[in-house]
Structures are given as structure tokens and as C-alpha cells.
């Protein structure tokens, strides 16, 4: 599965970084294929290896705030691997093929 999740203190003010720093140190710690971005963070793996290291994130950023908001969107699919990388090669492959038309 890949899970895009975003995990954020709340009543903590507007700067969030060295809080959200921490779920992210926990994410790559995991040895899970991951990546982060502006809005998300996404981790690949199976169901339950997954849903631990968002867990363990989610309570790295509460260690800082009593509140947190969690953001969760999944794609299960059983079968794929690489899945991340696989779905964006596939988004541009076909967008190069627009642009030789």
C-alpha cells in the first residue's frame, strides 16, 4: 500500500517545522521507501509496517502538542511494488508521448 499522510500540531502557532521535522525523522528511520514533499509525506509498504510508522509520526508531533490533525489517503492495491515510483514513470511516459504527437 501507499499512504500519503500529513501530520500537524495544533495550538502551537504557525511554526510547525521542527515538530513535523520529528514525524519525518521517524518516517525515514523506518527503512520504508518514502518520500516528502511540501504537503505530504508518503511511505510505502504493507498494511501494518505502514499504519506503525504513521502511528509512531503521528505520536512524535503529539510529544509536542497535546492536538494534531491527520491527514490519510491510501492506495491498497495487492500486487504492486514500487508502487511510487511506478505510478509517476507511468503519469510521464504517457506525457511524453503527448508531446511527440
Avoid at 511554526?15 to 513535523?20: I, K, N, P, S
Avoid at 519525518?24 to 509498504?45: H, I
Wanted: charged share 30%; aromatic share 2%; net charge negative.
Amino acid at each position: 500500500m501507499i499512504v500519503a499522510f500529513s501530520v500537524t500540531p495544533i495550538g502551537s502557532g504557525e511554526d510547525v517545522g521542527d515538530a513535523v521535522a520529528e514525524a519525518v525523522r521517524v518516517v525515514r528511520a523506518s527503512g520504508l521507501p518514502n518520500r516528502t514533499d511540501s504537503m505530504f509525506t508518503t511511505v510505502e509498504g504493507e498494511w501494518d509496517e505502514v499504519m506503525d510508522v504513521v502511528r509512531r509520526a503521528t505520536d512524535a508531533v503529539r510529544a509536542a502538542s497535546s492536538r494534531v490533525s491527520l491527514v490519510l489517503k491510501a492506495d491498497i492495491r495487492a500486487g504492486v511494488t514500487d508502487g511510487m515510483t511506478a505510478k509517476v514513470e507511468s503519469v510521464e511516459r504517457r506525457l511524453a508521448d503527448t508531446a511527440k504527437s
